[in-house]
């Protein structure tokens, strides 16, 4: 059984940072790229950054450039997203997924966490 699961989640002041796992089991962690999405209530999944199996590319969305570190240790069977600078549009529940093909389609996905809140408030 493929089990993704992701923690780290929290509550945060604007400008602090959070540090999410993803641990996965269930398949060859190694053999796939993975992915990080984030989702509010009432609107569509977004795509936040994404990296290759090997972990030698990373790829990020616009508004996770330069703020935000997604980084995996195979060895471990876990992917992590380093999140610094946080400010409240950052605000939502965070996913990892197994993408099916495409690296930057959030809506392409043969698995997905169960998700971690992540709230940025004052």
């Known amino acids: 059984e493929v089990q993704l699961v992701e923690s780290g989640g929290g509550m945060v002041q604007p400008g602090g940072s959070l540090r999410l796992p993803c641990t996965a089991s269930?398949?060859?962690?190694?053999?796939?790229?993975m992915m990080w999405v984030r989702q509010v209530p009432g609107k569509g999944p977004e795509w936040v950054a994404s990296i290759d199996s090997g972990g030698s590319r990373t790829y990020y969305s616009d508004s996770a450039k330069g703020r935000f570190t997604i980084s995996r240790d195979n060895a471990k069977n876990t992917m992590y997203l380093q999140m610094n600078s946080l400010n409240p549009e950052d605000t939502a529940m965070y996913y990892c997924?197994?993408?099916?093909?495409?690296?930057?389609?959030?809506?392409?996905?043969?698995?997905r966490g169960q998700g971690t809140q992540v709230t940025v408030s004052s």
């Open positions: 997924q197994r993408p099916s093909m495409n690296l930057k389609n959030p809506r392409e996905y043969l698995y």
């Open positions: 269930g398949f060859t962690f190694s053999d796939d790229g």
